[in-house]
């Protein structure tokens, strides 16, 4: 069954320091999203991507954050400078343009800023 | 604002004793109703997508029903390997990247 890869599945980085989250969506899916779970929260909704741009985000998804379609198969989010409170479980989903069988979700990269 | 709440937070079962979780929703619109198992750190797997008032899916022990204001998931004679944490989430109509807002989840244990 096809899946959404994510790497790598722990980072830990210094507060301050950029890092860059990796996804492989699936090959013929056309949205993308970012999500994250701060420990005991609820998922929330970053930002979704589609025909090369950012379609919608969230009032989290500030400054500090970018996406990007860097080739065809790889979807990248970048945190710029690294927060405390950006410690959480960042999950990548993709979805087919008929949202009926709805996202497929990649298992998570978390990140703990230190 | 959309607004998805989960009850009960946890759940503890007997194998084969069967229960419900309930979400109740805020939406100005429902696109759709989804429902998703989460495993300890583990991205949300896919269960059921919902559509309109009446709906029902099944899917081996779990079944969901949706009404205008909330939607079960109903488990009968449950297993310990349907220990997990079980989401639910709204899509509303406006917008288009049909993002999803999630409830808390409610934690279900299965005892053997």
């Known amino acids: 069954e096809p899946e959404v890869t994510q790497t790598p599945s722990h980072q830990v980085t210094q507060m301050g320091q950029e890092v860059i989250l990796r996804c492989v969506p699936i090959s013929n899916h056309l949205y993308f999203y970012w999500y994250r779970q701060i420990l005991g929260q609820k998922v929330e909704f970053l930002v979704s991507f589609y025909n090369n741009e950012i379609s919608e985000k969230s009032e989290i998804f500030d400054d500090q954050f970018s996406v990007e379609r860097p080739d065809g198969s790889n979807f990248t989010l970048k945190i710029r400078s690294t927060k405390l409170e950006d410690s959480a479980m960042y999950f990548c989903?993709?979805?087919?343009?008929?949202?009926?069988?709805?996202?497929?979700f990649g298992s998570g990269t978390r990140l703990t800023v230190v | 604002e959309d607004q998805v709440t989960q009850s009960p937070e946890a759940l503890r079962l007997q194998e084969g004793e069967s229960s419900s979780l309930n979400c109740s929703y805020t939406v100005s619109g429902l696109r759709g109703l989804f429902w998703y198992r989460q495993d300890p750190g583990k991205g949300p797997e896919f269960l059921f997508t919902l559509y309109s008032a009446g709906e029902e899916k099944e899917k081996e022990r779990l079944k969901a029903t949706l009404t205008k204001k909330e939607s079960f998931l109903h488990i009968t004679a449950p297993k310990p390997e349907d220990s997990a944490t079980y989401l639910c989430?709204?899509?509303?109509?406006?917008?288009?990247?049909?993002?999803?807002?999630f409830g808390s989840g409610t934690q279900l244990t299965v005892l053997p």
């Open positions: 989903a993709s979805r087919r343009v008929d949202s009926g069988y709805g996202y497929t």
């Open positions: 989430a709204v899509q509303a109509l406006s917008g288009s990247a049909r993002q999803l807002t």
